[in-house]
């Protein structure tokens, strides 16, 4: 099964590049084939709505990737850092270069890197809701991840464990929605 992992950062290091990491490690240990797309395809220009109606938009060799990478996975990880109590602009404007039905029928975890699990949470929350304007089904279990249990080892025993149960829902949805009438995803 094909996961696509895109971490909502543009940052060379970062919490959320280190929660990607060990959810894509994690991933690979239970059997998914994981493709984590590039930091460069958050640096996509500002979404402009007439280039998107135009059509222009979907001429862009960024767009392309992110959207050929979208459609041939099986399920995708959204990860982002808290910035302002939400997800970051840099993973909503990669987003918004999508399609309202680019996520039809994938499952989605949702997974932030953040201060404290309360400011996590919430930014998942927000997630939760564009992925929902996207078509995509968002796992039950999102993955919430505070700076102390990245920045050291022996903390994040309860984070792999959180990481595993988001996993082990991702592998039910797919089957489900392979099965599933194209009208009921």
């Known amino acids: 099964m094909k996961l696509c992992l895109i971490s909502g950062t543009t940052a060379a290091v970062s919490g959320c590049h280190r929660l990607t990491a060990l959810i894509r490690d994690r991933a690979e240990g239970v059997g ?3 493709r984590e ?6 640096a996509l220009p500002v979404l402009a709505p007439e280039r998107y109606v135009s059509g222009e938009l ?14 041939e996975a099986d399920a995708v990880v959204l990860t982002t850092p808290v910035q302002h109590g939400s997800l970051s602009g840099a993973l909503k404007n990669a987003l918004d270069h999508l399609p309202s039905t680019a996520l039809r029928g994938k499952p989605v ?9 309360y400011n996590g949470a919430t930014a998942c929350d927000h997630l939760r809701s564009v992925v929902r304007a996207l078509g995509g089904w968002s796992a039950p279990t999102q993955i919430v991840a505070e700076r102390s249990e990245l920045a050291r080892p022996e903390a994040a025993e309860a984070l ?3 990481i595993d149960a988001g996993l082990a829902e991702l592998t039910p949805l797919i089957r489900a929605f392979r099965e599933a009438p194209a009208s009921l995803v």
């Open 58 to 71: 979907f001429e862009d060799l960024d767009v392309r990737r992110l959207l050929k990478e979208v459609a």
């Open 109 to 117: 975890l949702l997974a932030s890197a953040a201060a404290s699990l």
């Open 32 to 34: 998914f084939d994981t």
């Open 160 to 162: 792999r464990g959180r």
């Open 37 to 42: 797309l590039d930091r460069a395809l958050l």
